[in-house]
Nanobody, 125 residues
């Protein structure tokens, strides 16, 4: 079992930035593909970004390319999501996920094995 705890969410005005953090338990953090998903009120959970075990590969949803950056620090058992140029439509609960599948990155929610409880991001206009 892997425990994931997100932090860094909050209220920000449109055009602002937030940096989300996800802290993972255990000694094998570097063996997991990591990802971020979000879920807005009344909508299904959607893929945001994923990063490979060593951090060498990343993939992003089209709607965040050029604005969001996923990164990881295996020495700290942490993954981050830097969010810039935030817009009201980015308002959602953001979730960190870890996957053990033998692939570089994962965009499908069902392929992840562990999930955090989420952190709320609210962007005001």
């Amino acid at each position: 079992q892997v425990q994931l705890v997100e932090s860094g969410g909050g209220l920000v005005q449109a055009g602002g930035s937030l940096r989300l953090s996800c802290a993972a338990s255990g000694r094998t953090f570097s063996t997991y593909v990591m990802g971020w998903f979000r879920q807005a009120p009344g909508k299904e959970r959607e893929f945001v970004a994923s990063i490979s075990r060593s951090g060498g590969s990343t993939v992003y949803a089209d709607f965040v390319k050029g604005r969001f950056t996923i990164s990881r620090d295996n020495a700290k058992n942490a993954v981050y999501l830097q969010m810039n140029s935030l817009q009201p439509e980015d308002t959602a609960d953001y979730y960190c996920a870890a996957g053990a599948k033998q692939v570089a990155t994962i965009t499908r929610a069902s392929w992840y094995d562990y999930w955090g409880q989420g952190t709320q991001v609210t962007v005001s206009s």
